[in-house]
């Protein structure tokens, strides 16, 4: 007796989407007057910006980090991949 095996198993599935909001979000929260966050999404100069103003104010500019990482967490899957991933949006 034959058995077949449902079409799904041999397709190839759609592209995985790398989303990294999880660990942008942490390092946000932990280490967001490092600007981490920005390197990891690939925002360089946002993150070197993020470095500058935390040495400037002495820290103190860690609160945007901590904001974002927060900001990050709370999002969809989905709609973190499409403001930050593919949009590219760099503050916020």
Known sequence: METTKPESWNTPSAPRQENKKVLAGIM??????????????????????????????????????????????????????QTYQVGKKGWF
């Open 28 to 81: 946000a929260i932990i280490f967001g007057y490092l600007g981490i966050h920005k390197f990891i999404l690939g925002y360089t100069q946002e993150g070197i910006i993020q470095l500058v103003i935390s040495i400037v104010t002495c820290g103190l500019g860690g609160i945007i980090g901590f904001v974002e990482g927060i900001i990050y967490l709370t999002k969809t899957d989905e709609e973190f991949y």
